[in-house]
């Protein structure tokens, strides 16, 4: 078995007595002391060595302890700081624990203090070490068909699917957007019989109400103008496979119809042909829109929704499955530490606190745009608050009787204000902008002509 790694332990003291002392107290197998005078110098020592421990002189000439402690607390939000001081006032003590030092010793040093202060921040460093590795190896261990989770809503939904996969015909996948209704639909598929067979996805919200039809059926040569030869549909793609249809709460109620028929016969025609077409396909429907509420307004038929609801699975929400985020956490920022070519290996506890405050109403797809954006800025071994986007940090309740609720913009402003940033991003591409946002098309145009907008109301 390999002999776990020597630790790192980094003295900068313009006293070479003091030096000294804590290189022969200190030093030994298990940890190796660096010890030099010049603060600059050591800024570099550690920028190289990157060690657990840092002991810095509090007065020192030209750089005080304190600078060292704020660049070492920036760039390495691992290594702990333990500051000496000649004074016994308070003062300092507290202000060093503010900015981050993790303990501070008094002048002159006690050897016996000094040993037991530092095995402790070691044990600690050595702790989190083995949490950070179990996370990771947790990771491993709690991957369902490329889903991650270890908590009982989603422990539910990988036995749900397991059962299903086998024997359904047709499923509705319900979760709220950025969920992993996708991956829920890939490991149906992939865990069923036809699971070497073709695996199609349509997205509804990006066809328009008058192409439903031939996009789904397919048509014939001459059934409408234009149409200069047969064209298959999703229907006909996916025989023998699986077809997904995403947002099937944007289907028209005139082709939802046929689209019951289809699935419940396995037949269809094509435009313009009179011949009915058999197929075997299974289908899974996804949505995030609350079907029943579209029932109760007769946008949906309640025999389609019957059908495709006897056998359905629901995603719960990341607010729902909090034990799973640092999973999650832990996976995303592998993927981009190797997608950007950096040496991100891991994420500070304050870091990954604040991450757990948040609501996430972007769901997972939202927690993995946050890693991306905070991996991409990181410049050192480990994601630190300072590398979330602007905000991240006070998206957590704010305590009763502090919040300026007078201040508080409408939620709708807001929502219709992004969706104009989206579609600018996307140069006026509805499709993209759509895509991007995790909505259907017809959402987007609600968003987008909203009354009552003003050209003061939606300034950035």
């Not at 003091?18 to 050591?42: H, K, N, R, W």
Request: hydrophobic letters at 40%.
């Amino acid at each position: 078995m390999a002999s776990p790694p020597r630790m790192c332990l980094l003295a900068i003291d313009d006293d070479p007595a003091t030096l000294e002392l804590i290189q022969a107290a200190l030093e030994g197998p298990d940890l190796q002391v660096l010890c030099v005078s010049d603060p600059a110098e050591g800024l570099n020592l550690a920028w190289r060595y990157r060690p657990e421990v840092v002991i810095v002189d509090l007065l020192m000439p030209g750089m005080s302890g304190m600078d060292v402690l704020d660049s070492v607390s920036e760039r390495l939000p691992q290594t702990d700081v333990v500051l000496l001081t000649g004074d016994d006032s308070a003062s300092s003590a507290v202000e060093a624990i503010h900015r981050g030092a993790t303990d501070y010793l008094l002048k002159p040093i006690s050897v016996s203090d000094l040993r037991r202060k530092i095995r402790r921040t070691l044990e600690d460093a050595e702790r989190r070490h083995r949490a950070a590795l179990a996370e990771q190896e947790a990771v491993a261990a709690n991957t369902f068909q490329g889903m991650i989770g270890r908590s009982a809503a989603m422990t539910d939904v990988f036995a749900r699917i397991r059962r299903i996969a086998p024997h359904f015909r047709s499923t509705l996948v319900l979760g709220e957007t950025g969920t992993g209704k996708e991956l829920v639909a890939r490991a149906l598929h992939d865990l069923s019989p036809v699971a070497k067979g073709p695996y199609v996805v349509c997205n509804c919200g990006a066809i328009a109400e008058s192409l439903f039809e031939r996009e789904l059926f397919g048509h014939v040569k001459g059934a409408f103008t234009g149409a200069v030869s047969d064209q298959p549909g999703f229907f006909e793609a996916a025989n023998k496979g699986t077809l997904v249809l995403d947002e099937i709460g944007e289907l028209p109620l005139v082709t939802q119809a046929k689209f019951l028929r289809a699935i419940q016969y396995q037949q269809f025609q094509r435009v313009g042909s009179p011949t009915a077409m058999s197929v075997d396909v299974r289908i899974v429907c996804s949505t995030n829109r609350d079907l029943r509420e579209m029932m109760r307004k007769g946008e949906f038929r309640e025999d389609l929704y019957y059908r495709l609801s006897m056998v359905s699975i629901e995603i719960p929400s990341l607010r729902e499955r909090a034990d799973d985020i640092a999973l999650l956490v832990r996976f995303f920022l592998q993927r981009f530490a190797r997608d950007f070519q950096k040496s991100i290996d891991d994420i500070t506890p304050r870091a990954l606190a604040t991450l757990t405050k948040r609501r996430w109403q972007g769901n997972i797809r939202e927690l993995e745009n946050v890693i991306g954006g905070a991996a991409m800025l990181c410049e050192g071994r480990s994601i630190d608050v300072h590398d979330l986007p602007p905000g991240e940090a006070d998206d957590c309740p704010p305590r009763e009787g502090l919040f300026p609720f007078e201040s508080v913009e409408p939620l709708d402003l807001l929502e219709r204000r992004y969706a104009r940033h989206v579609l600018e991003c996307c140069n006026g591409n509805k499709v993209k902008a759509a895509s991007a946002l995790g909505v259907s098309r017809a959402t987007l145009y609600k968003l987008l002509d909203s009354p009552g907008d003003t050209k003061e109301e939606l300034a950035s």
